[in-house]
């Protein structure tokens, strides 16, 4: 019978670990395409940037465009709207925060952290409740008492800024990070 | 044979689960210390290489379904746009599982053929060898759906052949054959509803498959592995412990199949398959030679050599319930071929015949060979004599080579193999 | 009794090694491709930049009036962001403006304007390369009943790949040999199955002018087409390749690995 008292133990085992390292280090790249598979596809991330014409909204109408799957409000403001989101006191303001993907996480929710230029609000049009789409508020057809947007699943409502007042909704609707190519073309995304 | 497990649970936790439900016992015995022969070569390693190619093939498989899209209409884009442009990586996992059915089956036929020369299907395995061809016509059935899922050209014509097959038996009662191709189809012809049906029944077959798996190694572990001379462990001599001798051994070998495996995923993806498939299915126009992947061409072969539909039907049913039969065909008391030296030179032959019939099928159904002074031979009849042999094998050869063979002398044992020099 | 089933064997095989032998001129089978250089060959291939951006002018300026190439969005182009394309993102920007894609309704709800005109608007990146007739039928009434194939997949969709498809480009329109009858409307290609190809020849010296100066001859133009529709039936080959080299050299690594610590564990037992 073979005498099984192991010759070299350290170079018997050195073999076993480094062929396990390898074995694993290659499960491991193995393994990634199948979890990265299930990324969005590129497909997909073609469509996570649009440029959207803004020429035909007139003064005081929203338009609707589709961003990444949601809606997208892109609302002229008339110089009413402005005044009155400018007259807002920030501290009544149940979130205070701008929610403005082109600023810091910390900036304030003041009307000029809202936009980029006064007249030209580009919202995301998801409440930040539980998602459902608010219906903006016209002087032919006023939603809630802020002149913004009312959300008719919970009655949250929504300023002129697009900043929440009342109801459930714990954020100010989002502003997407966006710019504008031209006066009269926005690139979101 | 393994006797009574020595698994010893090591730690408190251990000790109560094991009480309750003996998993890790059951792992024990059967994956490290089961005993198996010491004389277990390299063709031995295709049953460990066949199981990794199992999981390669579900995993994969389960990935893709994350993406394709079975309705007529969008099956090859989904493919093509979906998968193989879009999708990150759907490239690699697409190749991964396109080529992981051809390397599937050459492991399963060299694991097959395996089984043929040593005599692993004799008594006491009858019921092991069977449970194999079970497996092997599962996976047959598994591949021909899985085909037709692109529907490219290949995809719907290769079904629409296959499936008109069963009507063929209208030929024994009239209607019959019609009825079982419409229902099949869920239509008059191939079209969405197949397809649906295919793709359902493409994800279950694998796990059914495994589930066959599971009751092959249990009906192999009750006599124990077969080993390249054929004959019996007589004791722990004979044997070793399946971890780490085999274990190591096995991984090792998997590590060079996967590396011919890669070799083709990553260099050549589309060698063994049919541009024809890269074309969409037209049901207006079918393609001027249809074949199917080259794992079915010698049954196609023996299809075709029939003229006659029901008889090349019938013909090719017999060639696989045929292999359910050699465990009682073949008369010989001696297992392994390497003691038969008559039996192993028609098993070569044999080897040659399928390889001969899986060209015959690859051929348009008219093609013929140039022979010398000008005179050429239809591949037809080559395949007919070729059919021929493939019974003639199993029902002639076997039975008659026991009464007539004198086999060279066994060893005594696996562990003193001295009496005859082993090969 | 040994020698009888060798001995059939053998003469199967001589039988069979004899047919290379006999050969006549046969004009049903095409002529098989001509063997063309390309840069994507080979385990280490990669497409030529520079080649893959004059393809894709020939193909533009040439092919696209008859060959769509649905499967291809304009984003695929670019190389950025880990593309696998040959054009920068503004360069696919603006080839995508200037291609005309059908636009959906109007705020009137119309998809035609006055005149019946399908409404368009100009391409963005995620839009595909929109195809030269709106259906097959109209592509077979503007070519004489023949249906021209969508490229996309072509290379990989015909035997022989891109040596067949080089071959039936530029061997469109050559003499047929005495005595071969052209059928009417189409033209003579020996690389083409059954020798009568509808498709008239594509390319000639100068179809195109390169923007790169590269001279435009018949071959240059069919090669570099041919390149770009290589790209377009397999963008992914080049990451392919690269991943497959770290692949094999990983599998040699473990291989060889696994093979010393199989003889370690065996060690006592050989």
């Known amino acids: 019978m073979a005498d099984t008292t192991a010759l070299e133990p350290t170079r018997r085992d050195f073999i076993y670990i480094a062929t396990g390292a390898v074995a694993a280090v290659s499960a491991a790249f193995a393994a990634w395409p199948f979890i990265d598979q299930m990324n969005p596809t590129s497909a997909v991330l073609a469509m996570a940037s649009i440029e959207a014409d803004i020429s035909a909204v007139q003064l005081g109408q929203q338009v609707v465009f589709k961003w990444r799957g949601h809606p997208l409000f892109v609302r002229r403001r008339t110089p009413a709207e402005i005044a009155e989101s400018k007259a807002v006191d920030i501290s009544t303001l149940p979130d205070p925060l701008a929610r403005n993907a082109n600023l810091p996480d910390n900036a304030p929710a003041t009307d000029a952290n809202r936009e980029i230029k006064p007249e030209w609000l580009v919202l995301v049009g998801v409440c930040t409740h539980l998602g459902c789409t608010p219906t903006v508020s016209t002087p032919q057809s006023p939603q809630g008492e802020y002149g913004g947007w009312l959300c008719h699943c919970h009655g949250s409502q929504y300023d002129t800024a697009g900043r929440i007042r009342k109801g459930p909704a714990p954020q100010n609707l989002a502003v997407p990070p966006y710019s504008f190519i031209s006066d009269t073309k926005l690139k979101i995304g | 044979m393994s006797g009574p497990s020595t698994y010893v649970p090591k730690s408190g936790f251990a000790r109560w689960f094991d009480s309750r439900l003996p998993l890790m016992r059951f792992a024990h015995d059967t994956m490290l210390t089961f005993p198996t022969p010491r004389n277990l070569n390299f063709w031995y390693a295709f049953g460990a290489i066949l199981t990794v190619m199992l999981g390669v093939q579900i995993v994969s498989g389960i990935v893709l379904a994350m993406h394709f899209v079975p309705n007529a209409n969008m099956a090859f884009d989904s493919v093509e746009n979906g998968i193989m442009r879009d999708v990150n990586y759907g490239w690699l996992i697409r190749y991964l599982h396109s080529n992981g059915a051809t390397f599937f089956f050459i492991a399963v036929y060299v694991h097959m053929f395996r089984g043929l020369y040593y005599g692993s299907y004799k008594a006491p395995r009858e019921v092991l060898w069977i449970l194999g061809v079970i497996l092997y016509l599962l996976m047959v059935t598994t591949a021909f759906f899985g085909y037709v899922l692109p529907w490219g050209q290949m995809s719907f014509w290769g079904a629409t052949v296959i499936t008109n097959l069963f009507s063929s038996l209208d030929q024994v009662i009239p209607g019959l054959g019609t009825g079982i191709t419409h229902w099949l189809w869920g239509d008059f012809a191939v079209g969405d509803a197949t397809l649906n049906r295919f793709f359902s029944l493409h994800y279950l077959l694998p796990f059914v498959i495994a589930g066959v798996v599971g009751l092959h190694i249990w009906a192999l572990h009750v006599p124990g592995n077969n080993?390249?001379?054929?004959?019996?462990?007589?004791?722990?001599?004979?044997?070793?412990?399946?971890?780490?001798?085999?274990?190591?051994?096995?991984?090792?070998?998997?590590?060079?199949?996967?590396?011919?495996?890669?070799?083709?995923?990553?260099?050549?993806?589309?060698?063994?398959?049919?541009?024809?498939?890269?074309?969409?299915?037209?049901?207006?126009?079918?393609?001027?030679?249809?074949?199917?992947?080259?794992y079915l061409l010698p049954f196609y072969a023996m299809l075709r050599s029939v003229p006659q539909k029901l008889i090349g039907v019938l013909v090719l049913a017999g060639a696989l319930v045929t292999l359910v039969f050699i465990p009682w065909l073949d008369t010989s008391k001696v297992r392994s071929s390497r003691f038969r030296p008559m039996m192993k030179q028609f098993f070569w032959i044999f080897v040659v015949d399928c390889m001969i019939l899986g060209y015959c099928g690859s051929q348009g159904a008219d093609a013929s060979l140039e022979m010398m002074q000008g005179m050429t031979l239809p591949l037809v009849w080559v395949a007919r004599v070729a059919t021929l042999y493939y019974f003639a094998y199993f029902w002639v050869v076997m039975p008659l080579l026991g009464l007539i063979e004198t086999p060279k002398p066994l060893p005594a044992s696996i562990a003193q193999p001295v009496l005859s020099p082993a090969e | 009794m040994n020698a009888l089933p060798l001995g059939l064997s053998l003469a199967a095989l001589l039988a069979f090694s004899g047919s290379a032998l006999a050969q006549s001129v046969d004009t049903s089978e095409p002529v098989p491709p001509k063997h063309e250089s390309w840069s994507f060959n080979g385990p280490f291939g990669?497409?030529?930049?520079?080649?893959?951006?004059?393809?894709?002018?020939?193909?533009?300026?040439?092919?696209?009036?008859?060959?769509?190439?649905?499967?291809?969005?304009?984003?695929?182009?670019?190389?950025?962001?880990?593309?696998?394309?040959?054009?920068?993102?503004?360069?696919?920007?603006?080839?995508?403006?200037?291609?005309?894609?059908?636009?959906?309704?109007?705020?009137?709800?119309?998809?035609?304007?006055?005149?019946?005109?399908?409404?368009t608007r100009p391409g963005i990146p995620a839009d595909y390369f929109p195809p030269p007739f709106p259906n097959e039928e109209a592509a077979r009434t503007a070519n004489g009943g023949t249906l021209p194939p969508d490229l996309s997949l072509i290379v990989k969709a015909r035997d022989g790949g891109s040596d067949y498809v080089y071959s039936i480009v530029v061997g469109d329109g050559m003499t047929p040999p005495h005595g071969f009858k052209v059928i009417e409307g189409k033209y003579f290609d020996s690389y083409f199955p059954g020798r009568n190809i509808s498709m008239p020849p594509p390319l000639a010296d100068n179809s195109v002018t390169y923007s790169d100066g590269t001279n435009a001859t018949k071959a240059q133009e069919a090669h570099d087409v041919v390149t770009f529709l290589s790209w377009a039936s397999e963008p992914k080959l080049e990451q392919r390749h690269r991943i497959g080299f770290g692949v094999m050299v990983f599998m040699i690594l473990l291989s060889g690995l696994l093979f010393l610590s199989y003889r370690r564990v065996w060690k006592d037992e050989h």
């Open chain 2, 227 to 294: 080993n390249p001379l054929g004959i019996d462990t007589k004791g722990p001599q004979d044997t070793l412990p399946f971890h780490p001798y085999y274990t190591a051994k096995d991984a090792f070998y998997v590590a060079l199949f996967a590396l011919v495996f890669l070799g083709f995923v990553f260099y050549e993806p589309n060698f063994f398959g049919n541009p024809d498939n890269y074309t969409p299915a037209n049901p207006l126009v079918t393609p001027p030679d249809i074949v199917p992947e080259w």
């Open chain 3, 46 to 119: 990669m497409y030529d930049r520079a080649s893959l951006q004059r393809g894709f002018q020939v193909y533009k300026e040439v092919c696209s009036a008859c060959h769509s190439l649905d499967r291809v969005a304009f984003h695929d182009l670019s190389d950025e962001n880990g593309g696998d394309g040959f054009f920068t993102d503004a360069q696919v920007k603006a080839i995508a403006a200037s291609y005309k894609v059908p636009a959906g309704p109007n705020d009137k709800g119309e998809t035609v304007d006055a005149n019946g005109t399908p409404l």
